[in-house]
Nanobody
């Protein structure tokens, strides 16, 4: 059974940092394209960053220079380091994995940034 489990969310003041982790199981993780998405209240889910199995990254303009995505294939994990957080970064953050034609999502972790 495929599982993606996020952790690391929480409440932080503006300007602070958080590191999100996503632990994957039940899939050939080394073959997957992974990403982080977020959904704020009343808004559509949006892409934050993606990382290929080889480590190539793509980061949304809204978080470029502040967020970094990385992966550890040996640990079947993907990370999102978030620095200089802003109140507009408040959202539920979801881990995503694409393996061949299948797409998987985690349950999400709440990130709240206070001003």
């Amino acid at each position: 059974q495929v599982q993606l489990v996020e952790s690391g969310g929480g409440l932080v003041q503006a300007g602070g940092s958080l590191r999100l982790s996503c632990a994957a199981s039940g899939m050939p993780f080394g073959l997957s394209l992974n990403g982080w998405y977020r959904q704020a209240p009343g808004k559509q889910r949006e892409l934050v960053a993606t990382i290929t199995r080889g480590g190539g990254t793509n980061v949304a303009d809204a978080v470029k220079g502040r967020f970094t995505i990385s992966r550890d294939n040996a640990r079947n994990a993907v990370y999102l380091q978030m620095n200089s957080l802003k109140p507009e970064d408040t959202a539920v953050y979801y881990c995503n994995a694409n393996v061949f034609t299948a797409i998987y999502w985690g349950q999400g972790t709440q990130v709240t940034v206070s001003s």
